[in-house]
């Protein structure tokens, strides 16, 4: 995303376009790939909700929101690519919000890689975690990233806490 400053990210958070939705794939590679045929479409704000209720010390990522997608909804899986956009957006969103933070530093990327595209970049979301309590590792030699020593033990279950009547919080 480019230009964020002048961009309405809470317009864009609360437009679910003609999501949610369903749809059956037909391409062989993506059926393959994904492991069935029914992909899901889940609108922006439902990335927002389960991004709030992840409680200081635990994590997610984006993979295991979208698998969490595609449980609730009896699907194969949950479309990638506007998943990875609107984790960005609800970023953004709660950066240009003065109340109802979503603690969206708590959602890393696949492999507990932490995300560039969040405001403040790696830097911030890397200091963010850190004062949680976890510990974050460079790894590269020419191109430096990002990851969460560990994450996977700090993985919350959005089974659990999407329940009714339970008790994440997010903050």
């Known amino acids: 995303m480019a230009h964020e400053e002048r961009k ?16 059956v794939i037909t391409d062989r590679k993506s059926i393959e790939k994904y492991g069935g045929d029914r992909m899901y479409f889940a609108p922006p704000l439902d990335y927002d909700r389960v991004m709030k209720r992840i409680p200081r010390g635990q ?19 949950t479309e990638p690519i506007t998943a990875g956009i609107f984790v960005s957006i609800a970023a953004w969103a709660s950066e240009q919000r003065d109340t109802e933070k979503t603690p969206y530093w708590r959602t890393l990327k696949a492999n507990g890689e932490l995300n560039a595209k969040y405001p403040g970049g790696v830097e911030t979301q890397k200091a963010r975690l850190e004062s949680e309590g976890h510990t974050v590792l460079a790894r ?7 990851y ?24």
């Open 8 to 23: 309405d990210f809470n317009a864009m958070l609360h437009n679910s376009k003609d999501m949610p939705k369903m749809q």
């Open 140 to 146: 590269g030699r020419k191109t430096l990233r990002y």
């Open 59 to 77: 994590l997610t990522t984006v993979g295991a929101i979208r698998a969490h997608f595609a449980r609730q909804n009896q699907a194969d899986f």
């Open 148 to 171: 969460v020593k560990d994450y996977e033990k700090a993985l919350a279950d959005l089974d659990r806490l999407d329940a009714p009547g339970s008790a994440g919080d997010g903050q």
